[in-house]
Structures are given as C-alpha cells and as structure tokens.
C-alpha cells in the first residue's frame, strides 16, 4: 500500500524535461543515455501517494506537475571540501581595506 500524503505539504517531484532520444546531438554518449530531469519542491495541491502525477505549487506561485518522489525533502547538499588557495582571502581582504592593524584601509 502507497502512503498517502496530505494536500499542502512540502514535496519534491520530478519531471522528464528530455527523454534520451530528444537530448542534443552533441551531449556526451554517456549522458544521451539518460533523461534529462528537473526536480522541484512546492506545497500539494491535493491528497496524493509518492509516484502518482501531482501539481505543486512552488514559493514563486508556480503550478507544475510531475511524478511526487518525497514528502517533506532534507537539503542535504555541500558545497564540498575548503580550497586551500580562497582561505586566507578573508582576512587578507581585511588588510587590504582596514590596513594590518584593522583601523583604516588605503584612501583614507
């Protein structure tokens, strides 16, 4: 039995934007294998069960429709490890606008 999820709650669903015979001529051969999909989270707009077509409404006020894939989604994405090159820019910014001592940059 599918669980239902109620009208108005937080959801993801995702929608074939390309199946792999649609996808551009000069995209790899490894991603001409597989559809081309848009993910997006919105509010239900009625009663449904994860895998049914449903509508959302997005935060903007957009309607769309796809295949509904979660109830209440986590973000769970990074932004990955610390480059070694961008961790003292912050600080040498700070030179650069507040001198060494942190009062006052150049052109004052």
């Known amino acids: 039995m599918k669980?239902?999820?109620k009208k108005g709650a937080l959801v993801e669903i995702e929608q074939v934007i390309l199946t792999?015979?649609?996808r551009a001529p000069q995209v790899p051969s490894d991603t001409k294998k597989v559809p081309l999909i848009m993910r997006a989270r919105g509010m239900l707009t009625g009663d449904a069960?994860?895998?049914?077509?449903?509508?959302?409404?997005t935060t903007t006020g957009r309607l769309l429709t796809g295949r509904l894939i979660e109830e209440n989604p986590a973000y769970d994405h990074g932004f990955g490890p610390p480059i070694p090159e961008l961790v003292p820019i912050g600080r040498e910014t700070r030179e650069i606008l507040f001198g060494a001592d942190g009062k006052e940059g150049p052109g004052t």
């Open 3 to 5: 669980r239902s999820v």
């Open 20 to 22: 792999p015979k649609e």
């Open 49 to 57: 069960a994860i895998g049914e077509e449903v509508t959302v409404e």
